[in-house]
């Protein structure tokens, strides 16, 4: 533990460039079945994002991507045109729409998740109970910045 009070520049760096790699391999499972719908990133992230706050609006979408209205409304449209997911007027306030994910959006992120639930499994189930507990608790302070 005391080794990691004095990190250097090197170790930083390489612990970067190992989530990049860790990014780019757990997103690359899926490239194959994203390819065929001509879907990218951008479609997978808000896939993610509306699978796991169904009934999300499009601000609170916008807010957690850290994207503009306009970049994410091409991916919306691409989404809604291949039956991905569905928007439905928001019964206090009919301006608002809520997303959610539709029949055969459901059945398309049950086969991306199940790509890349395979090598989370068995990158966590190749690892001690400790290890799995503090990599969380690392990835949780990275992402909210402390």
Same mark, same amino acid.
């Given at each position: 533990?005391? @080794?990691?009070?004095?990190?250097? $520049?090197?170790?930083?760096?390489?612990?970067?460039?190992?989530?990049?790699?860790?990014?780019?391999? /757990?997103?690359?499972?899926?490239?194959?079945?994203?390819?065929? @719908?001509?879907?990218?990133?951008?479609?997978? *992230?808000?896939?993610?994002?509306?699978?796991? @706050?169904?009934?999300?609006?499009?601000?609170?979408?916008?807010?957690?991507?850290?994207?503009?209205?306009?970049?994410? @409304? *091409? #991916?919306?449209?691409?989404? %809604?045109?291949?039956?991905?997911?569905?928007?439905?007027?928001?019964? /206090?306030? /009919? *301006?608002?729409?809520?997303?959610?994910? $539709? #029949?055969?959006?459901?059945?398309?992120? $049950?086969? #991306?998740? $199940?790509?890349?639930?395979?090598?989370?499994?068995?990158?966590?189930?190749?690892?001690?109970?400790?290890?799995? %507990?503090?990599?969380?608790? #690392?990835?949780?302070? %990275?992402?909210?910045?402390?």
């Amino acid at each position: 533990m005391k @080794n990691l009070l004095y990190l250097k $520049d090197e170790q930083i760096k390489e612990f970067i460039q190992l989530l990049f790699y860790a990014y780019r391999e /757990t997103f690359s499972d899926p490239k194959e079945i994203l390819s065929k @719908n001509y879907f990218g990133p951008a479609h997978l *992230r808000a896939l993610n994002l509306i699978e796991s @706050n169904p009934g999300i609006s499009l601000s609170e979408l916008i807010y957690k991507l850290k994207v503009t209205k306009q970049s994410l @409304n *091409r #991916v919306l449209r691409d989404l %809604i045109k291949s039956k991905m997911i569905k928007q439905i007027k928001d019964e /206090t306030d /009919t *301006r608002k729409k809520k997303l959610y994910l $539709d #029949v055969e959006g459901k059945v398309f992120f $049950d086969s #991306v998740y $199940d790509k890349q639930k395979k090598r989370i499994f068995n990158a966590l189930k190749s690892s001690n109970s400790d290890s799995v %507990i503090k990599f969380k608790e #690392v990835l949780k302070k %990275i992402i909210n910045g402390k």
